[in-house]
């Protein structure tokens, strides 16, 4: 059965740093991994969605990797902001059907 | 502009009352997802369904159905057998088989009084 697990669970850092935000599933056989913000009391937005044969992704400040043979992801963060403040999610669709299983979140403060 | 409606935002369940939760999304995606969020948890599947008047359980199905009578409409249950009901619930939907970006509605908090 597939796990996500991130790590870690909560992240304080000061405006301005980069930070890298981590991904681990035990089952390397994925259809694609998609990372999502959620604000407070919110739904889910998705950021970036990288597909099982692609290694990155990026948008603007935001750039995801993928090594399916060590069951890893990072979300690198450049440049942070208060404005992205939020928990990270990350999900890994094991199939066609694309079901997600999602990881427990790491929570980010950015401090202005 | 194309999204998913999820509806009431809140919502209040007395002890052995069923209540349906409304999704409708306008984004002609095939497949659409029930989760359910506890605190300190990740999100898990309730349903889905990938097309019209079809759709199977996911991981924790016990004490909810659901129906999917038109492309646009999931609706969730949580019937009287769901004992611990008070969470937050979300909607997606995708484009269905093949992969893609998720949708989410904006959720729906269920607590039981």
């Known amino acids: 059965k597939q796990e996500v697990t991130q790590i870690p669970a909560a992240l304080s850092v000061p405006e301005g740093e980069n930070l890298v935000l981590n991904c681990s599933f035990t089952d390397s056989a994925i259809y694609n991994l998609q990372w999502f913000r959620q604000d407070p009391g919110k739904g889910l937005t998705s950021l970036l969605l990288i597909q099982s044969s692609q290694r990155e992704q990026t948008s603007g400040r935001l750039n995801a990797s993928l090594d399916k043979s060590s069951g890893r992801s990072t979300l690198y963060i450049a440049a942070s902001q208060p404005g992205d403040s939020a928990t990270y999610l990350c999900a890994v669709a094991g199939g066609a059907t694309n079901k997600l299983i999602f990881g427990t979140g790491t929570l980010l403060a950015v401090q202005p | 502009d194309g999204g998913i409606t999820q509806s009431p935002k809140y919502l209040f369940r007395k002890e052995g009352q069923n209540v349906t939760l409304s999704c409708e999304q306008n984004?002609?995606?095939?497949?659409m997802y029930w989760y359910r969020q506890d605190p300190g948890q990740g999100l898990r599947l309730i349903y889905y369904s990938q097309i019209v008047n079809d759709f199977q359980k996911g991981d924790i199905a016990e004490g909810y159905s659901v129906s999917r009578e038109k492309k646009e409409s999931f609706p969730l249950t949580v019937t009287s057998a769901q004992k611990n009901p008070t969470a937050f619930y979300l909607c997606a939907s995708s484009i269905g088989a093949g992969g893609g970006f998720y949708t989410f509605g904006s959720g729906t908090r269920l607590t039981v009084v």
């Open positions: 984004l002609n995606h095939d497949a």
